[in-house]
Every structure is written in C-alpha cells, then in structure tokens.
C-alpha cells in the first residue's frame, strides 16, 4: 500500500478507550484506580485480558521464561520486528494509564494497520514486559532487563519479593513460566517505541500535546536495615541506646535535604520504612528503609550515593548500631536514538501537535532497548502531573494523538 494512503490511518480511539477501561476492572480498587502488582492475581487478569485480545487478532504469541509476553503479526519478511511495547503491571495505588495505555495503543496500531488489509514489510510485535513496576520484585524494568540481556535470567526467577514469594514460583502459580526463546536482542527487534503518560506536570502546565522523549534519567535504588538493640523507652538515658529507628529517621531526613541541596535536579525518595517492635514504648531494635535517588546526570547521582554513604557511616558509629545494605536497582542515564526522535518530533508536528524534547523521569522498558536497536518513547500529559496514584489521568484526545503519533511513527519504521 502507497505510504500516502496510511499516512490518513487513525486509530480506533473508541476501541481503545473501551480496552483501557476493560483492562482496569483487572485489580480495579474500590473508589477508582488499580492494584495489579507484579504476578498477583490480578496480574494474571490482566495478562490473560491481553493475550485474549492479542488471539483474537491473530498475532503469533511467544511467552519466554520470564513471563514477558510478546505478540507478533507477521510481515512481508521475517526480518527483525519493529516493536512496541510497556507494562500491564502496575504499582499498588495505579491509576489506568501507566504502562498499559502503551501496550493497549500497541494493540491498537496493529489492528488499525490489520483492518487497512496492509501487511507490513518487517513483521510488528507488541509486548508487555513482566514487573516493569518493581514494587513486588527489585529491580524494576525486570522483564525487559532479561529480554534484553542486561540481568540473568536466574538471577531474576530467584528474586524473593517484599512478601516473600520468589519470582519463580509465582510466574509458575499464575501460569507464565514461559519457555519461548528469543535470538539476540538485535536479531529479534530492529527499532523499539514506546508510548506513556508523561507521570510528570510538564507537558500539563504548558498545555501541550507530545513529550518527545531524549532519554531516561539514572536510578538508583537500596535498601538499608540497621540493628539497635531493644529497650524501655522510659529507662534507658539517650546516651545509653542503640536507636536503630532514629537512625532510620536520620537518613529519611538527609536524603532530602542532599536533593534540595544538589544541582541538576537530584531527587531522592524513602518510598518505604519499618521499625520493630513497632511498639510507643520500646526502642527499636530494627529497622528497614529504601531509598530511591535519581539524577539525569550519573556522576551527581554517583556524588549523591558516596555523600548518602558517608552519612550513614558517620550514623552507625554515633548510634552504635549495625548496617546491612542491598541493592535494589542501578541504572545509568540513557539516550535515545536521535534518528528515531527526530522523525518522531517531526510526525508530531507535520500532524499539528506541539511538541517539547524532554527527560523521562521515570524508568521504562524503553531504555533497557536503548542500548541494542534505535529507540524512543513518545510522552502524552498527566493531569496535574500526577502518577502512582489513582487519580492518574489522560484525556481521550491526548491518548488518542498519541496513539495516533504512534501509528505514524511505525508506519515508517515498517513498510
Ligand atoms: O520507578 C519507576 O520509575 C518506574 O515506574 N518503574
Ligand atoms: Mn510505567
Ligand atoms: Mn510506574
């Protein structure tokens, strides 16, 4: 088919609001918003919700061994395919959009190109990515890690979640321990985009309608558990205690006075803190906190970690207590390919939407692809900037540009 019909292609927005909606009643919360964490039951919903769809419009469907799920339509060729994709995984306090509305739109670019009767040159996969999220399971990006081969696929099955399951045996309880094999990365995927909501207040405070994404700030995740020792709250003189919770306070308050204090944008998140026995008149003698830094630039984010460690050095020796640390996540700042980010900010415009280039701040499948085929993300607004929260939302005419940027954007990259 000549390139100047498919360039009049759009997309079904009806059909793709209605699959969005479909998708969120799989770990719908009460009062709005979504709970689908990383193979949970309602993970499953979700993934066997998109896998129905993916059958029903004929794509071949591969489940490798880390439940990364990967829907293929057939092209002219069987050269690498041209892939889209995200997460159907969510945080514990989703809204609908994150992740999913780039799988859904994925879906939806093929079925559009289906129902024009075009068969593409290369072939044309969507996939979804196992814990994206990595609230459950660290690291996050998990799936796409593997898919990638950036993180061993044993490293990833044997990882314990916060609740003590294992990724293994979860995959193998909600049925996707896959056991497809992809070649190489670059002998599977020649080009890879995603579409996401921004989760950021740029593109909504300056009413426009694209982020066109340049790359992917660092991240850098840990876990530290501090051992005091347990005591009466009303007996023991301060200079007596081992405090392992006022250690853990410390650190909370630091970390966010380092990010005020730094350049670029430094950011730094206590997501999540325990103290045991938990008790209002018992000294802890445990407690676990992480902490979540990030930063564009990696030797400030690396200045961040060394300044964050010399902090709880000086701590443990004041407090006499001891310190366990674990690593949850690291990975370096990433570009994009400036080819692929260039033609997407010119689609966006030759389509009359304005555009602003910018920086992910969050983490995405995308950048794990970054490193082996041309990659880019294509960004809509989030209401108020708002993200990891039920309130999270993107209007019908920003999905439906973005899908519909989307489209275009493959339609060059395939045909
Ligand atoms: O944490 C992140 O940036 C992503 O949502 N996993
Ligand atoms: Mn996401
Ligand atoms: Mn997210």
Not at 311 to 316: G, K, N, R
């Amino acid at each position: 088919m000549a390139m100047e019909t498919t360039v009049s292609l759009s997309v079904n927005s009806d059909r793709l609001q209605s699959r969005l909606y479909k998708l969120a009643e799989m770990g719908a919360l009460e009062g709005g918003g979504v709970s689908r964490l990383a193979l949970t039951d309602s993970d499953k919903m979700g993934r066997d919700l998109v896998v129905s769809w993916m059958t029903e419009l004929g794509l071949d469907i591969a489940i490798d061994r880390i439940g990364n799920v990967v829907g293929t339509l057939k092209g002219q060729t069987d050269q690498p395919a041209v892939m889209m994709g995200s997460h159907i995984d969510t945080v514990s306090t989703a809204g609908i959009f994150d992740g999913n509305l780039g799988v859904l739109a994925g879906l939806e670019v093929i079925e559009t190109i289906v129902d024009a009767g075009i068969t593409p040159v290369r072939p044309l996969s969507v996939a979804f990515f196992t814990n994206e999220e990595g609230s459950r399971f660290a690291p996050d990006m998990m799936g796409s890690a593997v898919f990638t081969e950036s993180l061993a696929l044993e490293t990833a099955l044997e990882t314990i979640g916060i609740d003590g399951k294992s990724v293994a045996d979860e995959l193998a309880r909600i049925g996707y321990l896959g056991e497809d094999t992809f070649p190489s990365v670059s002998d599977t995927v020649s080009a890879y985009i995603e579409l996401h909501v921004e989760q950021g207040p740029v593109l909504d405070e300056l009413a426009l309608d694209i982020g066109v994404v340049e790359g992917v700030q660092g991240i850098s995740w840990s876990e530290y558990t501090f051992h005091g020792t347990s005591n009466h709250a009303g007996t023991t003189p301060m200079s007596y205690r081992q405090d392992a919770g006022v250690v853990a306070a410390a650190v909370m308050s630091y970390v966010h006075q380092l990010a005020e204090s730094m350049p670029n944008n430094q950011l730094a998140t206590v997501g999540s803190i325990e103290f045991r026995p938990n008790l209002v008149n018992v000294i802890p003698n445990y407690s676990r906190i992480t902490v979540d830094l990030r930063n564009s630039n990696e030797s400030e984010l690396k200045r961040a970690e060394s300044e964050l460690e010399a902090f709880i050095a000086s701590l443990v020796k004041k407090h006499g207590v001891r310190v366990e640390k674990k690593v949850l996540a690291r990975f370096e700042p990433v570009i994009f390919d400036s080819n692929m980010v260039g033609k997407i900010e010119s689609l966006a415009k030759e389509s009359g939407m304005s555009t602003k280039r910018m920086f992910s701040g969050a983490g995405h499948d995308a950048q794990m692809f970054a490193p082996h085929c041309p990659t880019a993300m294509i960004f809509v607004p989030s209401q108020d900037g708002i993200s990891h929260n039920i309130h999270e939302h993107t209007t019908p005419r920003q999905v439906t540009n973005g899908a519909n940027l989307l489209l275009q954007t493959i339609l060059k990259l395939c045909m």
